[in-house]
């Protein structure tokens, strides 16, 4: 069993910043196995949209166009947690926010669909 539990969200105003994180655990998971990371996000009546995600054994990371220049997203393979730095806030970012895992080698880790294991999410709510 593979669990994604994300911690970091919260309240706050725009223009201010929060840090996610998402760690990986499980008995039956493995690091090696990981191809990709992601966060997604999902507000009231909208679909789940792709934030951002990064390669597990490469330096190559991915973004929508609506979080380039304000969200980083970064990772610590030795500590099995994935980061999403998030600066210059709007209220448009306000969603549960979810971390994924992908392990799919040459998956489009941009794809909803190519993630297999999510976490339980974290509301982060942007106050103008």
């Known amino acids: 069993q593979v669990q994604l539990v994300e911690s970091g969200g919260g309240l706050v105003q725009t223009g201010g910043s929060l840090r996610l994180s998402c760690t990986a655990s499980?008995?039956?998971?493995?690091?090696?196995?990981?191809?990709?990371m992601a966060w997604f996000r999902q507000a009231p009546g909208k679909e789940r949209e792709f934030v951002a995600s990064?390669?597990?054994?490469?330096?190559?990371?991915y973004y929508a166009d609506s979080v380039k220049g304000r969200f980083t997203i970064s990772r610590d393979n030795a500590k099995n947690t994935v980061y999403l730095q998030m600066n210059s806030l709007e209220p448009e970012d306000t969603a549960v926010y979810y971390c994924a895992r992908d392990i799919r080698i040459g998956s489009d880790i941009r794809e909803r669909r190519e993630y297999n294991y999510w976490g339980q999410g974290t509301q982060v709510t942007v106050s103008s």
């Open positions: 990064i390669h597990w054994k490469i330096n190559i990371a």
């Open positions: 499980g008995r039956t998971f493995n690091t090696y196995n990981t191809y990709a």
